[in-house]
């Protein structure tokens, strides 16, 4: 299953795209604004690569991608 918008806030990745290319968003001025990667977090290495490289939906990252490694 494709993974195509934040989850907690229910926007969808298409959504936020144009919201970024409109206003010129970057992730942290995107998450102000919609709520976005400040739920759960899960959606936040998604969002990163939407805005890098412009796709709106994306296969599942592996679940260690995009989260901190807790130290030993």
């Known amino acids: 299953m494709p993974v195509d918008r934040c989850v907690c806030h229910r926007v969808t990745f298409q959504e936020l795209a144009a919201i970024a290319k409109r ?30 490289s412009g796709r709106t939906s994306f296969d599942p990252l592996p679940q260690t991608q995009g989260r901190p490694t807790k130290a030993s």
Not at 25 to 41: E, K, V
Request: charge should be negative; charged fraction near 25%.
């Open 23 to 52: 206003d010129g968003c970057d992730l942290d001025s995107l998450a102000d604004r919609t709520g976005c990667t400040t739920g759960c977090g899960m959606c936040k290495p998604y969002v990163q690569l939407m805005l890098e």
